[in-house]
C-alpha cells in the first residue's frame, strides 16, 4: 500500500468515526421516529431544515447554557429541538421541552412574564409575541422563535404551532 493509499483510508476513518461519534451530549433523532416535528411541507410554507436534536436534562446547558437552572427546578427531563424555514422568509427553531408533569411545564410558561403578548388557543395555555409562540400542552413546553419578522410571522408561527400541538396529543 502507498503512502497516499494509508493518508486517504486515514482520512476515512477520521471522517466515519467523527460522523458516528459527533455531538457528544446530543442525539439525533431517528428517521423512523415518530415525533412532534412536522415533516417539511406538512404545514403550508414551513420546511424541516435540520434534524431534531436532543438533550437529555443534565445536558440542557449545553444548549440552554443560564437558563437550564430554572428547566431542571421545574422537572425538565430533556429538550428536543429543530430549525425550520417559512418560504424563504425567515427562518425558526422549534423548541420541545419533555418535562416530568404537566405541572413543571405550566410553572415555566406561567413564570415568564407576558408584557403585551397575545393569549391564542392553543395547547393548555400559549402566547404569542411578536417573533414568538410559547405554549404548554400536559406535560410538554413548547417554544418557537423566528429569527426574523415579516408581515406574516405571528399566522404562520401560530399555523406551525397548531399542527404540533395536535401531533403532541398523539
Same mark, same amino acid.
Given at each position: ?7 486517504? /483510508? ?59 437552572? /430554572? ?55 400559549? /402566547? ?43
Amino acid at each position: 500500500m502507498t503512502r497516499t493509499g494509508a493518508a486517504f /483510508r486515514g482520512v476515512l476513518l477520521i471522517a466515519f468515526c467523527t460522523v458516528v461519534f459527533g455531538d457528544a451530549g446530543c442525539n439525533r433523532e431517528p428517521q423512523t421516529k415518530v415525533t412532534a416535528f412536522p415533516a417539511s411541507d406538512e404545514v403550508a410554507g414551513w420546511m424541516k431544515t435540520s434534524d431534531a436534536r436532543t438533550f437529555e436534562a443534565a445536558d440542557l446547558w449545553k444548549y440552554i447554557d443560564g437558563e437550564a437552572e /430554572r428547566y431542571l427546578k421545574a422537572g425538565v427531563r430533556r429538550v428536543s429541538t429543530a430549525d425550520y424555514n417559512f418560504e424563504n422568509k425567515f427562518e425558526a427553531v422549534v423548541d420541545i421541552y419533555t418535562m416530568a408533569s404537566a405541572d413543571g411545564a405550566k410553572n415555566v410558561f406561567e413564570s415568564e412574564r407576558a408584557g403585551d403578548a397575545q393569549f391564542v388557543q392553543v395547547g393548555d395555555g400559549a /402566547r404569542l409575541h411578536g417573533q414568538s409562540l410559547v405554549f404548554h400542552k400536559g406535560s410538554y413546553l413548547v417554544r418557537i422563535v423566528a429569527y426574523q419578522e415579516s408581515g406574516r410571522t405571528q399566522h404562520a408561527l401560530l399555523q406551525l404551532g397548531q399542527v404540533i400541538e395536535q401531533r403532541l396529543a398523539r
